[in-house]
């Protein structure tokens, strides 16, 4: 019956009404999905855990302090010190800044300024090396994407002979992440379909095979962002630039791999059956499962990020399983139908013609079979005694987070500002605590935190209703520095401690560290949830539990092993200062969800070569008949997550790096050697509780196994 469906999908008329429907749906999506980067949600109150003490701070200021302000700070430097001019020309600047859109009607404060209304906080070092102006931005609701060239204009006011200038703080930071994430919904595609079309090439060694799967995962990144953008625009769907970069990539990787999986069984088809439509209706009806396995696991473990206290975490899950099941439909549809109407010449030079014998029954992957075979045992304990060994690199992973200066791969604007301030003992302003108190009690909270090391003086309280009212000091750190985290929970731990206050601690510091705290919590309880997710996914397309224990023990190994080389790798190689506290849950997540793709791939073969051929022998075969195949996918989604590299964001490259290694352990290694000894060391028990192969054939002698039954053109 599914093999009846399948030919249905692809038959001679059905062809072209998919392939019509298919691109009437890409035309409409694309427009979609070029507007996606206008409903990116990238403000730090849309990251921020819902229950998170700086979460309630910024509810309960929403009325008195505007939530999308964003201060900012012009940093001026000359070596010798700033002159008269030089700081009469920043006063100049300031009132020209001050009039430009999205500045608020709070000004902009020069040093000057500052020391005639005696400010207690200095603008100008005391060596007068430094000085900087204080302005606070204000965009709306739209964010940075309403005033796209704001920094650009108050930089070309900035500028002094001989004087270096610097946009930091908050406002410095954002345009600078802008920046990085700049070109992400052109750029970035481009570079994963070179890198993807070029790997076909050297697979399929065709000038022309290359494209069909190109056009469908091209197909299928047009209608997946359409979908998201409909959905961020009228379902609160929260997409940022980090979810959409990855969306791209995971896309066109997923929809690479699954055409590399139909496309092998395909050809393989066309050499049993003379009649195109029938051979691609056996393809789709053994490769189907698979493809539509892997799919599902890959969307359930991105679901299980919903379960996340991050919002931006959470907002992620529902974008990529939205892309991945987009793809899933376009692979399993578009693809099938390009392949009928160009018929067998798309894969010149090497046509797979009908009668003709399997060339993988021989090739690489058939030689590494035989090569497991004699001692499978021997073979899977000691590359799990390697990849063990590989584990211990996890104790030099540090996940305490990045301080603003290293969370780039390399020096922006904003970061060589804050070096300035920091090398001439000049606090960042712009970098407070916000603290919320009890009326009757605000005056003797702020006593308290008056006496915290490394908090500026607290400012005077204001009100903000409800008997309650609030003041800032600033903080003298780096704002996601461990230095400022110490900080925010002094400052916690004494507003706290006065009795009657219910005093509540926020700003950019606390924001950062409560987006620490949650992200340790979403380690602890999602990765758990992914496992129990795919183990049952196994369950029931394997029809066994041991298999998919064993499945799901050789990924988390491989896990492991990914992790503990990549950590190594960031510290003696890259020289990163460490790891965002999110990253081991993402590289979990992307290596579970994808890895596990290749053992689906490899073990649904296993199972049906096992009731023709026993369980031994179905795993020779099916190693030799994927192993091309499922290696080429590897390479092509280890290739695509390093395209992540180009972004200057240390946790898309350290993300990039770990999932790229991990997939190709898995393909390497893994599926083809520690999964393949397994299966040939245990034979039938494999599939335990199930009858399958309970008799646990042996192997035959080699060059007995019988041939595949060819089929003639249907009439």
């Not at 090497?350 to 021997?378: M, Y």
Request: proline share 4%.
């Amino acid at each position: 019956m599914h093999r009846q469906i399948a030919g249905k999908l692809t038959g001679p008329v059905t062809k072209w009404i998919v392939l019509v429907v298919a691109l009437v749906a890409a035309v409409g999506m694309s427009t979609l999905n070029a507007k996606l980067i206008d409903v990116q949600d990238n403000e730090a109150s849309s990251w921020l855990p819902a229950d998170a003490e700086s979460t309630k701070v910024l509810d309960e200021l929403s009325g008195t302090v505007d939530p999308n302000d964003i201060p900012t700070l012009v940093v001026y430097h000359r070596d010798g010190g700033l002159n008269e001019d030089d700081l009469a020309a920043m006063d100049e600047q300031a009132a020209e800044i001050a009039e430009t859109e999205g500045v608020t009607d709070r000004g902009v404060l020069s040093p000057t300024a500052a020391e005639q209304a005696g400010s207690p906080q200095p603008l100008l070092s005391e060596d007068g090396e430094v000085g900087y102006l204080y302005f606070t931005w204000n965009f709306g609701d739209e964010g940075w994407n309403a005033v796209p060239d704001a920094a650009d204009e108050v930089r070309d006011i900035a500028s002094i002979d001989g004087v270096t200038v610097h946009l930091a703080g908050y406002g410095g930071q954002a345009a600078d992440a802008s920046e990085a994430f700049e070109g992400i919904d052109s750029n970035l595609i481009m570079i994963t379909f070179l890198v993807i079309i070029v790997i076909l090439l050297f697979t399929y060694r065709s000038p022309i095979l290359w494209l069909l799967p190109i056009i469908s995962a091209a197909v299928a990144y047009m209608i997946s962002g359409g979908v998201v953008y409909l959905l961020a625009k009228y379902a609160d769907l929260t997409v940022n630039g980090q979810s959409q970069a990855i969306l791209g990539i995971l896309v066109i990787a997923a929809g690479t791999d699954y055409a590399l999986l139909l496309v092998a069984r395909y050809r393989e088809e066309l050499r049993r059956h003379e009649d195109r439509h029938e051979a691609m209706a056996f393809a789709l009806h053994r490769a189907a499962p698979a493809i539509v396995a892997s799919a599902a696991t890959v969307v359930v473990g991105m679901l299980c990020l919903a379960f996340a206290d991050l919002n931006s975490t959470a907002g992620m899950g529902p974008v990529l399983a939205v892309g991945i099941a987009v793809t899933l439909l376009t692979m399993i549809t578009l693809l099938p139908a390009l392949l009928v109407i160009v018929g067998r010449w798309v894969f010149w030079p090497k046509r797979p013609t009908f009668g003709t014998d399997e060339p993988t029954r021989s090739g690489l992957w058939a030689k590494v079979g035989n090569a497991i075979r004699p001692r499978p045992r021997l073979v899977w304990t000691v590359t799990a005694g390697l990849l063990l060994v590989a584990c211990l690199g996890l104790f030099k992973l540090d996940t305490a987070g990045l301080s603003t200066e290293d969370t780039y791969t390399k020096e922006f604007d904003s970061i060589k500002g804050q070096k300035l301030l920091e090398e001439h003992d000049l606090a960042d302003n712009s970098n407070t605590v916000q603290v919320v108190a009890n009326d009757e009690q605000i005056d003797a909270v702020r006593e308290a935190v008056g006496g915290v090391d490394g908090l500026g003086d607290p400012g005077q309280p204001a009100p903000v209703g409800d008997g309650r009212s609030y003041f800032e000091a600033t903080i003298d750190a780096d704002i996601s520095s461990t230095a400022a985290f110490d900080i925010v929970e002094a400052t916690r731990d004494a507003a706290h401690d006065i009795d009657g206050a219910d005093a509540l601690v926020g700003g950019g510091s606390a924001f950062y560290l409560d987006t620490k705290i949650a992200a340790e919590r979403d380690n602890k309880v999602i990765i758990p949830i992914v496992l129990i997710a795919v183990f049952l996914i196994l369950m029931v397309l394997l029809r066994a539990v041991l298999a998919p224990v064993l499945l799901i023990a050789t990924v988390v190994l491989s896990f492991g092993a990914a992790l503990g080389i990549s950590a190594l790798l960031f510290e003696y190689v890259f020289g990163f200062a460490g790891s965002d506290p999110g990253f081991p849950l993402f590289a979990f997540v992307f290596l579970v969800a994808l890895g596990i793709d290749y053992n689906i791939f490899l073990m649904t073969r296993v199972r049906e070569e096992t009731v023709e051929s026993g369980t031994r022998q179905g795993s020779l075969i099916a190693l030799s008949s994927t192993g091309g195949v499922i290696t080429s996918a590897g390479l092509v989604l280890a290739a695509t997550f390093l395209v992540l590299g180009s972004i200057p964001l240390v946790f898309l490259a350290e993300l990039g790096v770990a999932v790229a290694l991990g997939v190709l352990l898995d393909t390497m290694i893994v599926r083809s050697v520690l999964v393949t000894a397994l299966n040939l060391d245990l034979g039938g028990k494999i599939w335990w509780p199930s009858k399958l192969d309970a008799e646990d054939r042996p192997l035959p002698e080699p060059g007995t196994e019988p041939e595949r039954e060819k089929v003639p053109a249907l009439d």
